[in-house]
């Protein structure tokens, strides 16, 4: 049986820290509906009264916030489907596994994740008033993780989410995840944004940036639900959780596909099935202390370049990564690298700074000019973007743009 969910262990020795281990949350959908967890009797009549809710008023915040999330949720879940993967299992089709999505339009477009849609032969649509629905993949992206699927037919008096804005979001900030965790449809969980801009693996050997991190609780099968604000707008896609490694339910940290790279990618995927990313073709890190003093670099801050792809845009520009190893303070560490410190003018203050700059403000073949640090000068590269190849062998662990 296929199983669309990854999982990425930990790994924090390596010499820059540069791994972000995840969990994608998507699953074969599970037979479990509940656990007794004790024997139940039924109680003599006795003079005792058991208070109810409607005996203890609420006070007027706890019992606004609780009619704000149940009218989000009768608004919400009807957009919210439950997605079932096919494909071939002992020679019969047969269910693969299971995700959420939400109606994207009046269309029938259906936004879910891409490791969600990954090879399947055929996926069915559940809606939350148990219509089903034969559905068709008509774009992925394994970069960003996103694809569409399109169903000829809404049921009736389904209206799509609207999406929300990336620039208004807080961290402290109450969300809302809807989803299908398990098999159970329709589960609404309630957290907050964590974080802002986390920076997380996709299904390629790039990275998805500007990630949310939520405690709302995402389990596998919620992959490719909406994180919604308090105002019922799509602010991600829910795409994964962290885990220990033994564990693959949630623990508090999840990540969602910021609602930006839903706004970029998810319309070219309607029409032409596939987006193309910009290509940089460098790995590498932030600067630590250590490296610092190790180049005696006269500053901390920027994009450190381990490894330039060979023949990509960044080699072709004359780029460099780390050329040699030295071992400070008991660490081997990579030196010889360029510094980024600058892309187009924009300042570059970490790794994360020019892969976000790269990814959603750049288009394959467009030309970018970097301020790099190299041999204690500074000096102007220019480098012409390429798209990213379907393919790609590096040699160092690290985040690629």
């Not at 970018?368 to 500074?378: C, F, I, Q, S, Y």
Request: aromatic share 4%; hydrophobic share 40%.
């Amino acid at each position: 049986m296929k199983e669309p969910a990854k999982t990425v262990f930990r790994n924090r020795k390596w010499l820059l820290l540069l791994a972000l281990v995840i969990t994608l949350g998507c699953s074969i959908a599970s037979p479990f509906r509940g656990i007794p967890v004790g024997n139940v009797t039924e109680q003599a009549a006795s003079n005792t009264t058991i208070a109810t809710p409607t005996q203890l008023p609420l006070p007027a915040d706890v019992a606004d916030e609780q009619a704000l999330l149940v009218n989000l949720y009768a608004r919400a879940n009807p957009a919210v489907v439950n997605i079932t993967i096919y494909g071939q299992n002992g020679g019969q089709i047969a269910p693969l596994g299971q995700g959420s999505g939400f109606v994207y339009d009046e269309s029938g477009r259906i936004v879910t994740n891409d490791h969600v849609v990954e090879g399947a032969e055929r996926v069915e649509v559940t809606f939350s008033d148990g219509t089903i629905r034969d559905a068709k993949v008509i774009g992925q992206d394994p970069n960003s993780d996103l694809a569409v699927v399109k169903v000829d037919q809404l049921p009736a008096g389904i209206a799509p989410l609207q999406l929300g804005n990336l620039s208004e979001l807080a961290v402290g900030q109450t969300v809302i995840a809807i989803g299908n965790p398990f098999g159970l449809d329709g589960t609404l969980t309630r957290g907050i944004i964590s974080a802002l801009g986390r920076t997380i693996p996709a299904l390629t050997p790039f990275s998805i940036p500007q990630a949310i991190q939520t405690d709302a609780a995402i389990n596998p099968g919620n992959s490719g639900g909406p994180l919604l604000d308090l105002h019922g707008h799509v602010i991600g896609v829910n795409a994964q959780i962290e885990t220990d490694g033994t564990n693959r339910s949630n623990s508090g940290v999840g990540f969602a596909i910021p609602v930006n790279v839903v706004e970029r990618v998810v319309p070219v995927l309607i029409e032409k099935g596939r987006y193309e990313w910009a290509w940089l073709g460098v790995r590498g890190g932030n600067l630590v202390p250590a490296l610092v003093e190790a180049m005696k670099l006269p500053l901390e801050r920027g994009a450190y370049i381990l490894e330039v792809t060979a023949n990509g845009p960044a080699e072709q520009a004359g780029l460099r990564g780390a050329d040699n190893i030295v071992t400070s303070s008991g660490l081997s560490l990579p030196v010889g690298g360029d510094v980024v410190t600058a892309i187009n003018g924009q300042p570059v203050n970490s790794f994360d700074d020019l892969l976000i700059y790269v990814a959603l403000q750049t288009s394959p073949s467009q030309a970018v000019k970097l301020t790099v640090l190299r041999d204690g000068k500074t000096r102007e590269v220019n480098v012409i973007l390429e798209k990213r190849p379907d393919t790609l062998q590096t040699g160092l662990p690290g985040q690629l743009p």
